[in-house]
């Protein structure tokens, strides 16, 4: 007999529907054949639905564990009379769903050149699994010997959502925050009671409202394993984690180390919470996704999934049976097979449908448009799907559109009509204009506009355009302006990780500096990647704690370091209030402005009668930019009566931008004359609070014909 | 101590007294409280919880049931919750869809 501390006792319903009536007993246990479908273990009147899909195992047993039990409590053989085509189900009745963990061992052949390591000895988690128990409270060490590390759990879906859904707001008017659950409120300094935690989040939004963005994207927050390759620093001793997630254990479940309540096995609740408030205060939540690879790594790595249940199936394999490593962390997940093409729908229209998730970014998406032997498909089936997947068919979908094996799509990703982008060259080229370089200013018009030399071409608008200068990856804001080189020693290898690449400038003294006018000086050219950024077409993302001054200290590959490389220091909102005051400001300008946030591309014409094309260029002289390769100054003009396609009246905007070490005198082009005098809205060579005013409050500027424009800075007037 | 739920009624308050460990084992009885005060139709919901003694996800399940099944116009106050009990309302988010009181009179 099973165990009574299992058993919940009599269940109302059971003898109310004989399609939910026991038929077997095994081991004490009473039983019916399941539904093939849905895969996962899913409740039903009285009982549990186990399903899973193996197509070369030969045995599947269903293994119960107590929860957090060593032992199994029970083992349960899946009859052979319970399989359909290749997908066990059984139903399995009177289970305590509250304590109850549940994995799978699974029988079949062990040939590694044809694909096959099944083990019939490990004891497997259900890809499908909705929360994963061994993990439940952040830095807590694992038992190393377990024979079942990641258990799954079960999971009722009873959330009081009251009247939320996705919000659907229009992407043109999204900006995005990047940010790290733990990073956020992990810091002492962030004074909330879970810090770290979903629950610290929200007591922070506040903060992420006043700040004015309208998403928050938000790195990993399923269930991965901090204790994935973690080491300790062979110099400094420090703990090196997989701090920030890009490797999956389960695509299903809300990390429980990001719970507060994750001891209690309530994180679904938590995160579902979490969400539900960000949309009350008109926030969206994207979820940064990697389909790309798992944390089974290669043939040397651990078999607790995938690899266990069918491992043909869901990694590319070499003809030898090794693993494809396209995404440079051991595997890759073989997305255009029809059976993980599935589990990918399914995963992303569980989020929408039950956390009420608005939008995804999929690490390294180039892999998505890989066949199963790594060569790309110009028509790749899953980016197809999901694109028009009816349960996602509001969902914002994000590439970023490379990968680790070469593979580099930014402006040719298979979009169908509904991808946009991560836009890499927005990034590279925006770096180069404002650190000085030269040869940059026709390229900076095209990124402003929201690139339509990479998306113009098939029809895709500014909104394919996700614009961004930093990002997770690499320095952040304040370090892009202090340091030249990466300095990632603290990773313990060598120096040796993270990009070269980093268009970065020192601005005259590596590291920190006690220099009050480098200080300035890097304050300034912050200014300018803030404000170059909200006045571009597209979709602009921000990394946390750029709107502060966050440093990591020269460190662009912080992906192991779980101390205060990667945690924001809330003590910089007063350090750096002025630019914090600055950012804030500047994404006010950008919402107040909705000429700025156009759908479609600007024509270069007029097409509204005002006399002015919708955007018009500028340089030193009025009506004649320099596109010359020697340039470092370009400036340009919104027309008001072309916001939104002309569907909504604005006022004019002027942007001067001086890159040069001169100062430069910008002649102004006169705005219509129904649209009154030039104010100035931002100009980021002076002092806060003389830096940005907010939308009203512009002063009128003196000489409506000429602007000085101070070297390295830009200047943004609006006409009324 | 042994989990119990006391209903009485006042007017059309439904007062439920909580004592002891609330969890799985428990649960279904504070559930089928819950419904018996449903079928009355009461205007407002009143948890007393100085005495719950420890509050697992069963029983969170059982509030949030409570919640959808009084319905939108049925405000719910869970009064003299403290300690572990009111944290893990707290952590849960569940204290912002009912209203926390320390005290029945405040309710």
């Given at each position: 007999m099973a165990s009574d501390t299992?058993?919940?006792?009599?269940?109302?319903?059971?003898?109310?529907?004989?399609?939910?009536?026991?038929?077997?007993?095994?081991?004490?246990?009473?039983?019916?054949?399941?539904?093939?479908?849905?895969?996962?273990?899913?409740?039903?009147?009285?009982?549990?639905?186990?399903?899973?899909?193996?197509?070369?195992?030969?045995?599947?047993?269903?293994?119960?564990?107590?929860?957090?039990?060593?032992?199994?409590?029970?083992?349960?053989?899946?009859?052979?009379?319970?399989?359909?085509?290749?997908?066990?189900?059984?139903?399995?009745?009177?289970?305590?769903?509250?304590?109850?963990?549940?994995?799978?061992?699974?029988?079949?052949?062990?040939?590694?050149?044809?694909?096959?390591?099944?083990?019939?000895?490990?004891?497997?988690?259900?890809?499908?699994?909705?929360?994963?128990?061994?993990?439940?409270?952040?830095?807590?060490?694992?038992?190393?010997?377990?024979?079942?590390?990641?258990?799954?759990?079960?999971?009722?879906?009873?959330?009081?959502?009251?009247?939320?859904?996705?919000?659907?707001?229009?992407?043109?008017?999204?900006?995005?925050?990047?940010?790290?659950?733990?990073?956020?409120?992990?810091?002492?300094?962030?004074?909330?009671?879970?810090?770290?935690?979903?629950?610290?989040?929200?007591?922070?939004?506040?903060?992420?409202?006043?700040?004015?963005?309208?998403?928050?994207?938000?790195?990993?927050?399923?269930?991965?394993?901090?204790?994935?390759?973690?080491?300790?620093?062979?110099?400094?001793?420090?703990?090196?984690?997989?701090?920030?997630?890009?490797?999956?254990?389960?695509?299903?479940?809300?990390?429980?180390?990001?719970?507060?309540?994750?001891?209690?096995?309530?994180?679904?609740?938590?995160?579902?919470?979490?969400?539900?408030?960000l949309h009350k205060n008109n926030i969206e939540v994207i979820l940064d996704v990697v389909f790309n690879h798992t944390a089974e790594g290669d043939e040397r790595g651990p078999t607790f999934s995938f690899r266990g249940i069918d491992n043909k199936t869901y990694y590319m394999l070499t003809p030898e049976g090794y693993y494809y490593n396209f995404s440079g962390c051991g595997n890759t997940l073989n997305c255009n097979n029809p059976i993980v093409r599935s589990i990918v729908l399914d995963c992303l229209r569980y989020w929408a449908s039950e956390y009420h998730i608005d939008g995804f970014r999929f690490d390294l998406a180039a892999i998505l448009g890989r066949d199963p032997w790594g060569a790309p498909l110009s028509n790749p089936p899953l980016?197809?799907?999901?694109?028009?997947?009816?349960?996602?068919?509001?969902?914002?979908?994000?590439?970023?559109?490379?990968?680790?094996g070469g593979l580099y799509q930014v402006g040719s990703f298979p979009a169908f009509g509904r991808w946009a982008e991560w836009n890499g060259k927005y990034r590279?080229?925006?770096?180069?204009?404002?650190?000085?370089?030269?040869?940059?200013?026709?390229?900076?018009?095209?990124?402003?506009?929201?690139?339509?030399?990479?998306y113009g071409w098939n029809g895709r608008g500014p909104t394919a355009s996700i614009n961004f200068i930093t990002c997770h990856d690499g320095f952040s804001m304040y370090d892009l302006f202090s340091y030249n080189e990466k300095h990632n020693e603290a990773n313990g290898e060598n120096n040796n990780d993270g990009g070269n690449d980093n268009d970065s400038w020192n601005c005259g003294c590596e590291g920190e500096t006690s220099d009050p006018g480098i200080i300035n000086f890097r304050k300034r050219l912050i200014r300018n990647a803030w404000t170059i950024l909200m006045v571009s077409h597209g979709i602009p993302m921000v990394l946390m704690g750029d709107e502060m001054g966050r440093t990591q200290r020269g460190n662009n590959n912080t992906y192991c370091q779980d101390n205060d490389l990667n945690w924001l220091d809330w003590g910089l909102m007063d350090e750096n209030a002025d630019l914090l005051r600055f950012a804030r400001n500047m994404v006010s300008f950008r919402m107040a402005h909705p000429v700025l946030r156009n759908r479609y591309h600007l024509s270069n014409q007029d097409y509204m009668g005002s006399g002015y094309a919708d955007i018009s260029w500028h340089g030193e002289s009025a009506w004649n930019a320099d596109w010359s390769d020697e340039s470092r100054t370009l400036a340009f003009m919104l027309c008001g009566k072309h916001a939104k396609s002309g569907t909504v009246c604005d006022e004019y905007i002027y942007v001067a931008m001086n890159s040069h070490w001169e100062t430069k005198c910008f002649e102004i082009p006169m705005p219509a004359p129904d649209s009154g005098k030039w104010y100035v809205a931002v100009n980021t060579a002076m002092p806060s609070p003389e830096d940005i005013f907010e939308p009203g409050k512009e002063p009128e500027l003196g000489d409506q014909g000429h602007f000085l424009v101070t070297p390295y800075s830009v200047v943004v007037l609006v006409a009324r | 101590m042994a989990f119990d739920a006391q209903l009485a009624f006042k007017e059309k308050v439904a007062k439920i007294t909580l004592t002891g460990s609330l969890d799985a084992s428990s649960a279904p009885r504070f559930k089928e409280v819950i419904e018996e005060a449903a079928l009355q139709s009461p205007t407002k919901l009143v948890l007393l919880m100085d005495s719950l003694e420890f509050l697992a996800s069963a029983g969170l399940r059982v509030l949030i049931f409570a919640k959808q099944k009084m319905g939108a116009t049925v405000d719910i106050y869970v009064v003299g919750s403290q300690g572990p009990v009111l944290g893990t309302l707290e952590m849960s988010g569940f204290h912002h869809s009912v209203y926390i009181q320390d005290t029945y009179a405040d309710a």
């Open positions: 299992v058993l919940a006792g009599k269940i109302d319903s059971l003898e109310a529907r004989i399609d939910y009536y026991p038929t077997h007993e095994i081991a004490g246990f009473r039983l019916r054949p399941g539904k093939p479908f849905p895969f996962g273990a899913t409740l039903v009147p009285g009982g549990v639905n186990f399903s899973v899909f193996s197509s070369y195992a030969f045995t599947c047993v269903l293994v119960l564990f107590e929860k957090g039990s060593v032992e199994p409590l029970a083992e349960i053989s899946f009859p052979d009379s319970f399989r359909i085509g290749h997908v066990w189900s059984m139903m399995v009745f009177d289970l305590d769903c509250e304590r109850i963990e549940y994995g799978y061992r699974m029988d079949g052949p062990f040939d590694t050149v044809a694909g096959h390591r099944f083990n019939k000895d490990k004891i497997l988690l259900d890809p499908y699994a909705k929360a994963v128990g061994g993990r439940d409270v952040w830095g807590t060490s694992p038992d190393w010997d377990s024979l079942f590390p990641y258990r799954g759990r079960l999971v009722f879906e009873d959330f009081d959502w009251e009247d939320d859904r996705p919000l659907e707001v229009p992407i043109e008017d999204l900006v995005i925050y990047e940010m790290h659950i733990r990073s956020f409120t992990r810091h002492p300094s962030s004074g909330v009671r879970h810090p770290g935690t979903f629950a610290a989040m929200r007591d922070k939004i506040p903060y992420i409202k006043e700040l004015g963005v309208t998403c928050v994207e938000l790195m990993p927050i399923y269930e991965f394993d901090e204790f994935e390759n973690s080491r300790r620093h062979p110099d400094t001793g420090e703990m090196l984690y997989n701090y920030w997630g890009y490797s999956t254990v389960n695509f299903f479940a809300p990390k429980a180390g990001f719970a507060a309540t994750g001891r209690l096995g309530m994180q679904v609740d938590e995160l579902k919470n979490l969400v539900k408030e980016l197809e799907s999901l694109a028009f997947d009816p349960v996602l068919g509001k969902c914002k979908l994000i590439a970023e559109a490379w990968d680790a590279d080229d925006l770096r180069c204009f404002l650190k000085g370089d030269s040869g940059k200013v026709g390229s900076l018009a095209q990124r402003i506009q929201g690139s339509p030399d990479l | -």
